[in-house]
């Protein structure tokens, strides 16, 4: 018989070994097969849009597919059909943001909550008041005293009439590296809807709790990815056993659940540094060159968050081997691809720099007067996000970022198509109808040159990291090349360990630049090889480097210098 190789983990550790395997097998688990019993058991109605939802979620969606370079939708088949009360109970690490994604990545039409000071915001809140939402009264902004009853009576009446609302179980926004423990209003609000089911009688009424993670690559980077998960929910009926309870324990109960299922569905690693890695661990299991779509490199990603977080017994120097790794990297400037591959020579690496640089001269030449017409949009878009950093005193946990680059991207791009097109129709005297030609045309081009820029700061990228390649020294290569090939297989085995991960074929062809630039060209996006990379010359990781200088510090017993709350991801 086959030793178990979870003997050799603390108590502690097979709580993640566990919670990896249901990450892995989340798609099968008992849970989902029941959720979907009881799914398929509810009625479908039409879902009854207004026209000012309509015309504001389609706006919301423009807004996340420019913004966001891909934005794919998982687990959508999990979300009640309409007719049927459902709470979504997502995430929320990056503020309005995380409702219009909400609005314009779901099928249904959902009901918000908000704090009502944001009625009172110019242009947001136009959209905030026209999709529906119930505005909630917060201690610090009222200090006269909170009545939250009108709130919390309509949300009972929308979710009693089959309503699909949107509920943020942690409260607050807030960047962490794993979902915080929930408040009870979420599971008070579901336990008091279920109660007035039934005592008016209804026993068929069902409650779906439905968990939902906004897994942000980047959440403020302009063209980084998102993944938009709907887990299996809790349905819940008022003849439940959970029901029987005291109201206190039903409640807790409830909201143990959820987070349950929602510590599953979004990010969750120990600290940032184990989210840090979990990305270099993600690299090593599956290097560059490893087709799989966003949602599986997410998932791959919470996978390793997991995995990291046990510790194992025969090998408990993984993490802090993998962090040196890490550390050495970014000293250098190199990226794990560039210590998987074989270095190659001087005149070999001086070729591929000239390469790279006719390359990158073809594609942004084409996009410089584009790049002109989006310099205004990034100017002031990076100037009030330097504004926003500014006025508090953690500014890496700031979540405003991607809304207010939203909101400013959102005005001034069509401002500036219409400015110009004006500008060519007065310059040239041309008849105001040619406006009709003139909009869609300067729209597209300024597509196409952001479009085309991606593939420049791409090859850009390559030639920082060529050059990086030439002035590295042969012993420090040597070094790296000797820590990964040390931490591979230690990677591969805790894979094994912790729900027996089996690792992504490579393909073994290799091709050249332009083939895969004109076979695999996309007018409507990027297809990227790395799903993590960004609009920048390195590599960005999506972690608060603030906050794990601070656990240091701290673990040190060193005091934390105040230079590192001004640094930001």
């Given amino acids: 018989m086959s030793e178990d ?70 687990g959508a088949e999990n979300i009640p059909p309409p007719g049927n009360a459902a709470i979504l109970c997502p995430n929320h690490g990056n503020s309005l943001t995380d409702a219009v994604v909400c609005v314009s990545q779901t099928p249904r039409m959902v009901r918000l909550t908000a704090k009502d000071t944001l009625f009172k915001v110019p242009f947001f809140g136009l959209f905030v008041r026209n999709v529906g939402t119930i505005p909630l009264q917060r201690k610090d902004e009222h200090t006269e005293g909170v009545d939250n009853k009108q709130a919390v009576s309509q949300l009972n009446q929308e979710l009693l009439k089959g309503s699909l609302v949107c509920l943020f179980p942690e409260g607050r926004s807030r960047f962490h590296w794993k979902v915080d423990s929930p408040q009870r209003g979420v599971s008070s609000i579901a336990y008091n809807c279920l109660s007035t089911a039934k005592e008016q009688g209804d026993n068929d009424y069902t409650l779906s709790l439905c968990p939902t993670a906004f897994n942000y690559l980047h959440r403020e980077k302009f063209r980084s990815g998102l993944v938009v998960e709907y887990g299996p929910p809790l349905v819940l009926t008022p003849n439940d056993d959970i029901m029987k309870l005291d109201r206190q324990d039903a409640i807790a109960k409830i909201s143990e659940q959820v987070h349950e299922l929602m510590s599953l569905t979004a990010f969750n690693a120990e600290d940032w540094n184990t989210l840090r890695i979990a990305h270099t661990a993600r690299n090593i299991f599956a290097p560059l060159g490893t087709r799989m779509t966003i949602v599986e490199f997410v998932r791959l990603t919470k996978y390793w968050g997991n995995a990291l977080s046990v510790n194992d017994k025969n090998d408990p120097n993984l993490r802090e081997d993998l962090t040196s790794y890490q550390e050495k990297l970014e000293k250098i400037g190199l990226k794990d691809t560039r210590v998987s591959r074989t270095r190659g020579s001087t005149p070999y690496l001086l070729w591929c720099v000239l390469l790279r640089m006719i390359q990158c001269s073809v594609i942004l030449v084409p996009a410089l007067l584009g790049a002109v017409l989006w310099a205004p949009i990034f100017y002031v878009t990076k100037r009030h996000e330097k504004i926003v950093m500014k006025r508090t005193k953690k500014p890496t946990h700031v979540d405003e970022v991607a809304q207010y680059k939203m909101m400013y991207g959102t005005v001034l791009l069509p401002t500036t198509v219409v400015t110009v097109c004006m500008l060519l129709l007065f310059a040239n005297g041309w008849p105001f109808y040619y406006l009709l030609v003139l909009l869609p045309l300067v729209a597209f081009y ?103 200088q601070r656990e240091r510090s701290a673990s040190l017993g060193k005091s934390v210098n105040k230079d590192d709350d001004k640094k930001t991801n």
């Fill in 5 to 74: 190789p979870t003997q050799c983990l603390s108590p502690r550790s097979k709580e993640y070994a566990d919670k990896t395997q249901k990450c892995l097998e989340l798609h099968l688990s008992d849970m989902k097969m029941e959720a979907g019993k009881r799914l398929l058991k509810m009625s479908k109605k039409e879902d009854k849009l207004s026209l000012e939802y309509r015309v504001i979620r389609w706006i919301f969606h423009a807004t996340v597919d420019i913004f966001y370079h891909y934005t794919e939708v998982a």
């Fill in 446 to 548: 300024m597509w196409m040159s952001i479009r085309i820029i991606e593939d420049g700061i791409a090859s850009l990228r390559s030639l920082v990291s060529l050059k990086t390649l030439l002035l590295i020294s042969k012993e420090e290569l040597d070094e790296l090349v000797k820590m990964r090939a040390d931490l591979v297989p230690r990677v591969h085995k805790r894979a094994t360990l912790c729900g027996n991960l089996k690792p992504p074929v490579v393909p073994s062809e290799k091709r050249g630049f332009w083939f895969e630039f004109i076979s695999k060209f996309d007018l409507k996006r990027r297809r990227k090889k790395d799903w993590n990379e960004v609009l920048r010359l390195h590599e960005v990781l999506p972690v608060d480097y603030a906050a794990i």
